[in-house]
């Protein structure tokens, strides 16, 4: 041991249980490591370190291996079978050298081995390193609950926060319907009404349907992140379905030509008609709402191996890049009309996104900024046997 190499500090009142059987082995080690500023317990058996250890647990424990009456392993083994002293680092000291010695020592839980005669600054690096070590995981440990903690509180106040918007919702859900369903019919008297008037009462009868629309998808959209809705399939033959819904959607579409690319014959689809409803008239309206008086607006739909795919093609200003990727996640909105208007309320396209991933299938977008955007989506013409079936394969087109 070398009398002259530097001594570098051990971490601050670094409390050490040392365990020997050899009295002159204690004294020794315990004088060299205060030196380093360690605090030193010293007990000669392996019975007195347990009791050691009850009364106050150390940082690290060093533990001579061939001891009478308990062993080393033996007091490891205790150590690491009680979950109040399993994290305690056990560094076993040994003049036992051998190979299968040292794999004993770490199977039993040591953290390190020394071999007997020690240079004391191989000994303080051992320790050194694993209360290091030791320090950095309970401080890990100590940021992971933290973070836990954090975590719950945001779910929490992330729970509050859609019930309370529930609350709202519903809260103006009968009046909007009361006053929905006025603005219809002054729309639909528009003929004895003055002039001035028949303009602003149609578009005050888009704005509501718009705001209906928005309130259904903050109901639904939150049932289904809590998996409240369960899909209730059914058989709907959609070509005609589609001709109905977009009738439906008739004030919405006036400034508009639509053309649909329909198959000449029926098609039989299974799947959720209202959520599927709601998807389509999702997208018809966000089409709908930017696009220039007098475009075009393709609905496309067609059989795709055992998949139906539409699609719905605008004329609309486009979509920026770097929008395409995150414009189906929650509240994203991007601004893309001519007029400044954000895309959607952000949960329109979220809707359709876990609509359609509850059928199985995938949706997407593809756009060109200046000449429009085609939205599209691929669901199982069957309903899925089981919950086990996998989703469609995924693809763009």
Same mark, same amino acid.
């Given at each position: 041991m070398?009398?002259?190499?530097?001594?570098?500090?051990?971490?601050?009142?670094?409390?050490?249980?040392?365990?020997?059987?050899?009295?002159?082995?204690?004294?020794?080690?315990?004088?060299?490591?205060?030196? %380093?500023?360690?605090?030193?317990?010293?007990?000669?058996?392996?019975?007195?370190?347990?009791?050691?250890?009850?009364?106050?647990?150390?940082?690290?424990?060093?533990?001579?291996?061939?001891?009478?009456?308990?062993?080393?392993?033996?007091?490891?083994?205790?150590?690491k079978d009680n979950p109040e002293t399993a994290s305690i680092p056990v560094i076993f000291i040994s003049a036992l050298d051998d190979v299968q010695d040292k794999i004993q020592a770490f199977r039993q839980g040591g953290v390190d081995y020394i071999t007997k005669p020690f240079q004391i600054e191989e000994v303080?690096?051992?320790?050194?390193?694993?209360?290091?070590?030791?320090?950095?995981?309970?401080?890990?440990?100590?940021?992971?609950?933290?973070?836990?903690?954090?975590?719950?509180?945001?779910?929490?106040?992330?729970?509050?926060?859609?019930?309370?918007?529930?609350m709202v919702v519903h809260d103006i859900r009968v009046p909007l319907t009361t006053a929905t369903l006025l603005i219809s019919y002054m729309d639909e008297e528009a003929d004895a009404l003055p002039p001035k008037f028949v303009g602003p009462i149609h578009e005050t009868n888009k704005i509501m349907e718009r705001m209906k629309m928005a309130l259904e998808n903050i109901l639904d959209l939150g049932k289904m992140e809590e998996g409240k809705i369960s899909l209730k399939y059914e058989k709907l033959e959609l070509v005609s379905s589609l001709q109905v819904w977009l009738e439906e959607l008739e004030i919405l579409s006036s400034h508009v030509q639509v053309e649909l690319f329909l198959p000449p014959d029926p098609l039989e689809l299974e799947a959720d008609q209202q959520l599927l409803k709601r998807v389509i008239v999702?997208?018809?309206?966000?089409?709908?709402?930017?696009?220039?008086?007098?475009?075009?607006?393709?609905?496309?739909?067609?059989?795709?191996?055992?998949?139906?795919?539409?699609?719905?093609?605008?004329?609309?200003?486009?979509?920026p890049?770097? %929008?395409?990727?995150?414009?189906?996640?929650?509240?994203?909105?991007?601004?893309?009309?001519?007029?400044?208007?954000?895309?959607?309320?952000?949960?329109?396209?979220?809707?359709?996104?876990?609509?359609?991933?509850?059928?199985?299938?995938?949706?997407?977008?593809?756009?060109?900024?200046?000449?429009?955007?085609?939205?599209?989506?691929?669901?199982?013409?069957?309903?899925?046997?089981?919950?086990?079936?996998?989703?469609?394969?995924?693809?763009?087109?």
């Open positions: 070398s009398e002259t190499a530097e001594k570098p500090e051990a971490p601050k009142l670094a409390n050490i249980l040392l365990v020997d059987d050899t009295p002159a082995n204690l004294k020794v080690l315990t004088e060299l490591l205060k030196e %380093y500023n360690y605090k030193v317990r010293a007990v000669p058996s392996g019975k007195l370190a347990l009791k050691s250890v009850a009364h106050s647990q150390p940082d690290l424990i060093l533990l001579d291996i061939n001891m009478p009456e308990m062993n080393g392993y033996e007091v490891c083994q205790q150590l303080h690096a051992r320790i050194k390193t694993h209360l290091t070590i030791d320090t950095l995981q309970r401080e890990l440990q100590e940021k992971n609950l933290r973070l836990e903690s954090q975590l719950q509180q945001l779910k929490e106040m992330e729970s509050m926060q859609d019930t309370w918007l529930n999702n997208l018809l309206s966000n089409a709908f709402r930017f696009a220039n008086i007098g475009s075009k607006i393709q609905l496309t739909l067609r059989q795709e191996e055992q998949a139906i795919y539409i699609a719905i093609a605008d004329q609309g200003p486009g979509i890049q770097e %929008y395409r990727e995150k414009i189906f996640e929650k509240f994203v909105q991007v601004q893309l009309s001519h007029h400044g208007d954000p895309a959607s309320s952000g949960l329109g396209l979220t809707f359709c996104k876990m609509a359609i991933e509850a059928h199985r299938g995938q949706i997407g977008v593809e756009s060109e900024v200046g000449k429009g955007s085609t939205f599209w989506f691929k669901i199982p013409l069957k309903a899925p046997k089981d919950s086990l079936e996998p989703p469609l394969p995924s693809e763009s087109h």
